[in-house]
């Protein structure tokens, strides 16, 4: 394939045959592309309309959409630009004309994969779609033109990644009778001065390690904005085993055995101890108090009892707000010691919620269909695959 047509050089050095090979790689891989295809239709016109010079007219497998007629003549080439992963390139269609009505269409198209609308190769758009989850719409842009050295547009990508949330959302997904984490972020979209929430549940398991460092495997069951009704029934329509939360929603009647992230509670307490009046130093004590009690008691039960006497002895010093947070998480708290859950916080998830500010904090507004669709593909892909 490599001729003095598409490839000249003037002194021979690998690094510059590389360069010449990469950019002319429309033109070399184009031509290799072209003659498949039109070989192939050559191949079925002689099927359907027999040899080129002879005299007897056979009906094809494919009829006149306009006349249904089947006898047909040869009526040379028509060409069409392509843009794939080898770049852009020109290939032909072939062309014939109906002896009854006089239509000229290329009856191939479909099989080839050429159709109107199909110039722009499923995985040209896949990986446009994937570039566009982790950098922006102009970036992933540039990047595809220096790469590939095809011309795309910022539109059919939104498309496509359009699509594949709708794709996504029709898929029945299953907990499998698994813990389900639960946890939400804000990103700057729609009208609200603070942006929406954007909420996440997501399954984890340990899946050994690498380097000595331990790996999860998680399945992604929802992405997705809305109010806390929402939410609460998309949760419930999973069915989980447990879900395991930050305590930012009433998730009670979601699942038969709720947890409350053992990380969240001890720092929540901060801030509630701040409405009931305290100073830093003052909270310390509280804060430290809960930890110790969390991780360090040696059963169950003295986790419960250690707990309790801390909820009375906020009862005496009359901080209310304290008070109301530790009562409302007190039947939340041993769930996952005493069901053996993988993991007694909202950590597996919270690396996701990170990838996903990342990803979203673009220095612009979002619309709150374009970001959550974005981020429901980006999810998607990196948990449970394309």
């Known amino acids: 394939m490599l001729s003095k047509e598409n490839v000249k050089l003037e002194a021979f050095n690998v690094n510059t045959l590389s360069e010449v090979i990469h950019e002319r790689r429309s033109d070399i891989l184009g031509k290799l592309l072209y003659d498949v295809v039109l070989s192939y239709q050559e191949r ?60 000229r269409f290329c009856p191939y198209k479909d099989i080839i994969g050429l159709v109107y609308r199909g110039r722009i190769s499923e995985g040209l758009k896949r990986r446009q779609m994937s570039l566009t989850c982790h950098v922006p719409y102009k970036k992933a842009k540039d990047f595809i033109e220096l790469c590939l050295g095809v011309s795309v547009s910022p539109k059919v990508i939104r498309e496509k990644i359009d699509k594949e949330s709708d794709l996504i959302r029709l898929k029945a997904l299953t907990v499998s009778d698994d813990v389900v984490y639960q946890d939400s972020t804000k990103v700057k979209a729609g009208s609200k001065e603070r942006g929406v929430s954007i909420h996440l549940a997501i399954t984890a398991r340990p899946d050994g390690g690498v380097s000595g460092r331990n790996r999860m495997q998680k399945r992604l069951m929802f992405l997705k904005s809305g109010n806390s009704h929402s939410i609460r029934e998309s949760l419930k329509a999973l069915n989980p085993k447990a879900i395991v939360h930050d305590g930012d929603m009433d998730l009670s009647g979601c699942a038969s055995k709720l947890q409350r992230c053992l990380w969240h509670l001890p720092h929540q307490l901060g801030y509630f101890l701040w409405l009931d009046g305290l100073s830093f130093e003052d909270r310390k004590p509280y804060v430290k108090e809960l930890i110790d009690i969390l991780y360090q008691s040696r059963t169950v039960r003295i986790m419960k009892d250690r707990y309790r006497n801390l909820i009375d002895k906020l009862r005496r010093e009359n901080l209310t707000s304290a008070l109301t947070h530790l009562e409302r998480a007190e039947g939340e708290i041993s769930t996952s010691k005493e069901n053996y859950f993988d993991y007694h916080t909202v950590s597996p998830v919270e690396r996701e919620i990170r990838e996903i500010n990342r990803r979203a904090d673009v220095g612009a507004r979002w619309s709150v269909p374009g970001v959550e669709n974005l981020l429901l593909v980006k999810t998607y892909e990196r948990l449970n695959g394309p």
Do not use: M
Not at 51 to 57: A, E, G, L, P, V
Not at 65 to 75: A, D, E, H, I
């Open 44 to 103: 079925l016109l002689v099927e359907d309309l027999g040899d080129r010079y002879s005299r007897q007219r056979k009906e094809a497998s494919f009829s006149c959409p306009v006349c249904s007629g089947r006898v047909f003549t040869r009526k040379g080439k028509r060409n069409r630009i392509f843009k794939s992963v080898l770049g852009r390139t020109i290939l032909s269609i072939v062309q014939v004309q109906c002896k009854r009505c006089g239509l």
